[in-house]
């Protein structure tokens, strides 16, 4: 049996999450086929055809699936899910939304933001944010599956040659339609997708401060900004950049967390970057636990004579 991937698209180019996602989907056997489900997404598709590893892309288009409301994508989902053992989505909002749909209209169980691939029915996945790993083995005859993308490489964006096949959109479920959307300006890059970040927390004191303190450290290093929740909360940050269980998972290749303690929360979101750097005047803090190198010292001295040693 095949695996199936669903897509992201802005429908004309493939989100990177999906190259992570067709990484674990290889992993599960089978030939590889992505689903692209929009309008007009005939780059989307094929963009998705040149992804190292992948035999086939489905391309579904009408208006209904331009804005990817869950269930529109859903219903062209399960049109197609009985060629598949595997079905799996991106941990993202979008994929969040959809994927338990399609496991409820299926009647199987879904097996949420897995980091890693044991064989084609077992997974592993964090839990107890992530202070434990659960191993979870599924008797479903289809898996419906939602991976961590931090967990896996992304896949070649370059170098596959799959067929592009057409498939018969399904009609609009009318049960929720696309008003508008705000989209965040940022010259920076997406957090999730970054190699740096640099994080502040609650000990900035002020949001004057944290644009003060931690905005000259990442145009140095070309870095997005990142935040824990207490930062989040007190105002200092936007929602957006809010780093933790219960904001975005991240895993840079260097990520510098400056006057974060390290609630378990905010490590559940970070503790996989490869480099982690802690600024923290306190010696007990949490974060150096998780730091791979750690400086006892105040963030307000310390981050601007780095920011001067850059």
Request: hydrophobic share 50%; aromatic share 4%; with cysteine.
């Amino acid at each position: 049996m095949s695996v199936l991937v669903i897509a992201e698209h802005d429908n004309a180019s493939i989100k990177g999450a999906t190259l992570n996602t067709v990484t674990a989907a290889a992993a599960c056997g089978g030939d590889v086929h992505v689903l692209v489900a929009g309008h007009n997404a005939a780059a989307a598709a094929q963009a998705a055809a040149q992804i190292a590893g992948v035999a086939k892309v489905i391309h579904a288009d009408a208006p209904g699936l331009e804005h990817g409301l869950a269930e529109n994508v859903a219903a062209q989902v399960l049109a197609i899910a009985s060629g598949y053992s595997h079905i799996l989505f991106p941990a993202t909002a979008s994929g969040k939304n959809v994927a338990p749909r399609v496991a409820a209209k299926l009647d199987v169980a879904q097996i949420s933001d897995i980091t890693k691939v044991v064989s084609a029915d077992t997974f592993e996945r964090p839990i107890y944010a992530g202070n434990a790993i659960a191993t979870v083995q599924s008797s479903d005859a289809t898996k419906v599956i939602t991976v961590r993308t931090t967990g896996f490489d992304a896949a070649a964006a370059t170098g596959g040659s799959a067929a592009v096949e057409t498939a018969a959109a399904t009609a609009d479920a009318g049960k929720s339609t696309f008003v508008g959307s705000e989209i965040a300006k940022n010259d920076r890059p997406d957090l999730t997708a970054a190699k740096i970040i640099v994080s502040g927390g609650r000990a900035l004191g002020s949001k004057e401060k944290f644009d003060e303190v931690i905005t000259p450290l990442a145009d140095k290093l070309g870095a997005a900004i990142g935040a824990s929740r207490a930062a989040v909360d007190a105002g200092y940050a936007p929602n957006d950049l809010q780093v933790g269980q219960t904001g975005k998972i991240v895993a840079p290749q260097l990520y510098i967390a400056a006057g974060i303690s390290g609630a378990i929360q905010h490590l559940a979101g970070m503790k996989d970057s490869k480099v982690i750097v802690a600024i923290n005047k306190d010696p007990e803090a949490p974060i150096f636990s998780v730091a791979d190198y750690g400086l006892e010292a105040d963030l307000f001295t310390a981050v601007p004579e780095l920011v001067k040693a850059l």
